[in-house]
Nanobody, 125 residues
């Protein structure tokens, strides 16, 4: 069983940065695909970024060039560095993980087996 815990959310002004962290227990993140998703009020959960074994990274078009996903093996975590934040980035951010996610499904929430509780990110304009 894998447990995930997000941290690092908060309130920030537009144009500033935040760093989210997803700490895993029960399995090393080196053996997992870890994704970040977000859900804004009244909207469906959407894919943000994913990190796959071997160092492969994937991003939603809306965050490409502003967000960076990376693995921190020492902390057994996957971090999401968010720069140049916009008001439309406001959402609850969730990390998710799976061990057998095929590439074509990596952007789909249904492919992930384990989820964190979420962390709120609010960007004021």
């Amino acid at each position: 069983q894998v447990q995930l815990a997000e941290s690092g959310g908060g309130l920030v002004q537009a144009g500033y940065s935040l760093r989210l962290s997803c700490a895993a227990s029960g399995r090393t993140v080196n053996m997992l695909t870890v994704g970040w998703f977000r859900q804004a009020p009244g909207k469906e959960r959407e894919f943000v970024a994913a990190y796959r074994r071997g160092g492969y990274t994937y991003y939603a078009d809306s965050v490409k060039g502003r967000f960076t996903i990376s693995r921190d093996s020492a902390k057994n975590a996957v971090d999401l560095q968010m720069n140049s934040l916009k008001s439309e980035d406001t959402a609850v951010y969730y990390c998710a993980a799976g061990s057998s996610i095929i590439l074509s499904s990596i952007r789909g929430a249904e492919a992930y087996d384990y989820w964190g509780q979420g962390t709120q990110v609010t960007v004021s304009s």
